[in-house]
């Protein structure tokens, strides 16, 4: 029997040749909706309770501002002082509401489609504290995390947006806050990046630095690159006024928004995981009123992320298994609405890379994603049910998001992949095996998947090798990466403009620059 050769030596080259975009195992965008915990019937109860709470519940703490565009809009306010929106304004906005919606990178190769199922990864948080595995501690996070985060997700091919992950609590200033927090992560990265703001004149401020980054507010108008993270809503149906300012100051300027309902079931929002959802989406709903009050068609993307207590202690539990589910049940019902939507999972309750980490992370990230959802914020990173962040955890994660988007993509079945032709040939010559057929050579980098730090070796091989430890590994890559990868799509001279006009903390010489 002759064996092909050189087929090993093929496969090491290929495997070290750049991929083309379209042949990537796993590309942005990839469709889910396959997993679905909720039945047509259950959708269409929830559905039905979300109008119901609406308009028998409403809001309390409408702003005038808020007040004055809603019930011009059909809402009514209550002599209760609650904001009450009826269905038929509800079903208004479903249709007025943008879809298909497209958030923007700096680089238009890194832009993303939102429409559909299509589901794409994203970072996000406001951990207070960096979890510094290589010193073996909790530290309070600083700007220069910050910005060494957004470079980090940059170099990750299955991170395709960067929402801030910590607070710079080097910056006591909450103007300053505001300005730097959106700085370092549109310098660290030409991804779409997610942001936040605590005072309505801090995103007008902002949104000046946005237009001398983009070129001019034309120019920022026509591609913008941040979106804002807005909990707009105190759950259970509460409104919070200074963050109903800044959603109507980013809405007025062209800015993408992310609606953020974060109720804790069995918290802030009930116990039943069903009425945990329904509440979450009534939250969300009311939201996108207000924006196509303001503005029809403005661009938003519903972000129902409620979260999980540990019903012992009360403390969130953002790493177990419901939180997997009730992020895949507020999915299918943006499916149902056809609407861009957003929710949070892989924020483990571990404190550093460990088991625990990356079990909870897949479990949960799985299902968000395979249950349709537009973007898994929190996905990479995030420690301590958020309270932590973790950089050389994004470049381990990276592997378990790569492989949650392999799952996602699914399996293409055709005439080709079902391979009856090859299969009869190898079994009739008596070859016997596929090792070195040109269909495995091609499609060996198209069909598979291949970690960057999973150890796949032999317990010979591993012992050969020192017995590297993956975390170590992680450590060593992060100090690679920031040590080369400054990214420069952000011009020096534009940089400096910024400098002149805005009160920014990093040095340039702390970026490498």
Same mark, same amino acid.
């Given at each position: ?12 080259? =290929? ?96 832009? =993303? ?7 794409? @990864? ?21 700007? !220069? ?16 947006? @960067? ?51 983009? *070129? ?8 913008? +690159? ?80 409620? @979260? ?17 589910? =009730? ?13 861009? @939507? ?9 404190? +550093? ?27 990479? *990173? ?42 009869? !040939? ?14 495995? =050579? ?54 400096? !403009?910024? !400098? ?14």
């Amino acid at each position: 029997m002759r064996r092909r050769s050189g087929g090993r030596q093929a496969r090491k080259a =290929l495997r070290a040749a750049p991929l083309a975009e379209a042949a990537r195992p796993v590309r942005p965008g990839h469709t889910g909706g396959q997993f679905q915990p909720l039945s047509a019937g259950d959708i269409a109860a929830i559905v039905d309770n979300v109008f119901r709470i609406l308009e028998r519940v409403g809001f309390a703490d409408a702003t005038p501002h808020c007040i004055e565009t809603c019930t011009a809009a059909g809402a009514v306010l209550g002599s209760d002082g609650r904001l009450r929106m009826p269905r038929g304004l509800v079903e208004r906005t479903l249709t007025q509401a943008r879809r298909n919606l497209v958030l923007h990178g700096q680089d238009p190769r890194r832009d =993303l489609d939102l429409s559909g199922t299509r589901v794409h @990864f994203s970072t996000a948080g406001a951990a207070v504290m960096l979890a510094d595995p290589e010193n073996n501690l909790y530290r309070d996070s600083e700007a !220069r995390d910050l910005y060494d985060m957004a470079r980090i997700a940059d170099d990750c091919e299955h991170i395709h947006m @960067f929402q801030r992950t910590c607070v710079p609590r080097d910056i006591a200033d909450d103007y300053a806050l505001d300005i730097n927090t959106a700085y370092c992560s549109v310098m660290g990265t030409s991804k779409h990046v997610g942001s936040s703001w605590t005072l309505a004149p801090h995103v007008e401020k902002t949104l000046l630095m946005l237009h001398m980054i983009a *070129g001019g507010e034309a120019e920022w108008r026509a591609r913008p +690159f941040v979106s804002q993270s807005n909990c707009f809503v105190v759950p259970p149906m509460k409104f919070a006024a200074e963050a109903l300012e800044c959603l109507r100051v980013a809405v007025e300027g062209g800015m993408p928004v992310l609606l953020l309902s974060a109720g804790q079931a069995g918290a802030t929002a009930p116990a039943f995981l069903a009425g945990t959802v329904s509440q979450a989406w009534a939250e969300c709903l009311g939201g996108l009123i207000y924006v196509n009050a303001i503005e029809p068609g403005a661009p938003a993307i519903l972000g129902a992320w409620p @979260f999980v207590s540990d019903l012992r202690t009360g403390a969130m539990s953002g790493g177990s298994p419901e939180q997997g589910l =009730l992020s895949a049940a507020c999915a299918q019902v943006g499916n149902h609405f056809d609407l861009p @939507f957003g929710t949070a999972c892989g924020m483990t309750d571990s404190k +550093f890379p460990d088991f625990q980490a990356g079990a909870e992370r897949a479990a949960t990230v799985l299902s968000a994603a395979l249950s349709g959802a537009n973007i898994v914020y929190e996905s990479a *990173g995030m420690y301590a049910s958020l309270l932590g962040a973790c950089p050389e955890s994004m470049l381990l994660d990276n592997d378990i998001l790569g492989a949650v988007g392999r799952v996602t993509r699914g399996i293409e079945v055709n005439a080709d992949t079902l391979s009856f032709d090859e299969i009869e !040939r190898i079994c009739t010559s008596g070859e016997g095996h596929y090792l070195g057929s040109d269909n495995t =050579l091609q499609v060996m980098q198209s069909e598979y998947i291949y970690p960057d730090f999973s150890d796949r070796t032999s317990p010979t091989v591993w012992e050969e090798q020192g017995k590297p430890v993956l975390l170590k590994r992680a450590i060593e890559r992060k100090h690679e990466i920031l040590a080369r990868h400054v990214p420069r799509h952000v011009s020096d001279e534009v940089d400096a !403009r910024v !400098r002149a006009e805005f009160p920014i903390s990093l040095s340039r010489e702390a970026m490498g620059r």
